[in-house]
């Protein structure tokens, strides 16, 4: 039985790739940091199936220890602080934690189990303001955040360990990919979430920021499997992870309102406060590579993926509205 590490594994990613894994056999382990409460909604259906290992990616005593205990065949190191506006006011935290904790994770590997196959979790933020379109694996990095600059750190010192020692060592750079499992944070689900209030009354507007980026969005179970092939091939190495389409914020926002009968024109209000200070116009992944070496293919589209997820908010936003009329009145 083959074993898998998985850091983040109660986020987006983490969740779908270990379900994934679960299904092909793997022994999972998810390092989890200790803290006051912890969230398993994401991976609440395979909690029990999951080996829990505490740890934390800022003590490298920790990440030797959980690599020893666990022995992995594969480590996916998938944790990051991964709110591209929070790098901002956060820009040391977000240094530390999406940039360094990649070395210590690596370091532990190299330390406690030098055979074990590394995926690191990089970004198409690393892009930025982009040199060429579309943007493919030799693509030179223009990172416009705090969080697009660690993340351009963590896939060089990925790829200085797999040069300098030899480890079996890649990284994934995946463009924008959404779930119904995506915080709400990020615009795709804070569109859904929002159509959702909307349209059960709720709320009546849903304030944005700049409706012209364009963005390479897919959905994120299609994408952990690219992540599991990189780990599957003879040799290590780099790969864009894309649909190759484009779409604009106003793009989304038209098929997220009009699948629920809106015009989001009646409820969308432009608000400054969501405008990045430095702005990344459009990404768009030329993912060829990874469809030539891995056999890789994409199952869900766009439109397909925003009313998966506007399907999901309303049976959420309705079960909780109901269960709010409940408490309050009794």
Not at 139 to 151: C, D, I, L, M, N
Not at 170 to 182: A, D, K, T
Not at 239 to 266: C, P, Q, R, W
């Amino acid at each position: 039985m083959k074993s898998a590490l998985i850091t983040g594994v109660t986020g987006q990613d983490g969740s779908y790739l270990a379900e994934l894994l679960l299904s092909k056999g793997y022994k999972v382990y998810g390092l989890r940091r200790r803290t006051s409460t912890q969230n398993f909604e994401n991976v609440q259906n395979i909690k029990d199936k999951i080996e829990w290992i505490s740890g934390d990616l800022t003590d490298l005593a920790s990440l030797i220890e959980a690599v020893r205990i666990s022995q992995p065949d594969e480590v996916y190191n998938l944790a990051a602080q991964s709110y591209v506006a929070a790098s901002w006011p956060q820009p040391i935290a977000t240094g530390q934690i999406t940039a360094i904790c990649v070395t210590n994770m690596l370091e532990a590997v190299r330390i406690a189990k030098p055979d074990a196959r590394f995926y690191q979790a990089s970004s198409s933020e690393m892009f930025g303001k982009v040199v060429e379109t579309p943007q493919k694996e030799t693509t030179p990095f223009y990172p416009r955040s705090p969080y697009g600059v660690a993340k351009v750190y963590g896939h060089w010192i990925t790829v200085n360990y797999r040069e300098s020692f030899d480890m079996f060592a890649c990284s994934g750079i995946l463009f924008n990919h959404e779930s119904p499992r995506r915080g709400l944070e990020f615009v795709t689900r804070k569109v859904t979430d929002g159509v959702a209030r909307i349209k059960l009354g709720l709320q009546k507007e849903l304030r944005m920021g700049n409706l012209d980026s364009l963005r390479d969005w897919g959905f994120a179970g299609d994408y952990v499997k690219a992540m599991w092939l990189m780990l599957q091939q003879d040799e290590p190495d780099d790969y864009v992870i894309s649909t190759g389409e484009m779409h604009t914020v106003k793009e989304l926002l038209e098929v997220a309102f009009s699948y629920v009968g809106l015009n989001y024109e009646d409820h969308v209000v432009i608000d400054q406060a969501f405008v990045r200070p430095a702005e990344v116009d459009l990404l768009l992944g030329d993912c060829s590579k990874a469809k030539e070496k891995l056999g890789w293919e994409l199952e869900v589209g766009f439109k397909q993926l925003i009313h998966m997820m506007v399907d999901e908010d309303l049976k959420r936003v309705e079960a909780e509205s109901r269960y709010n009329q409940f408490v309050y009145a009794t």
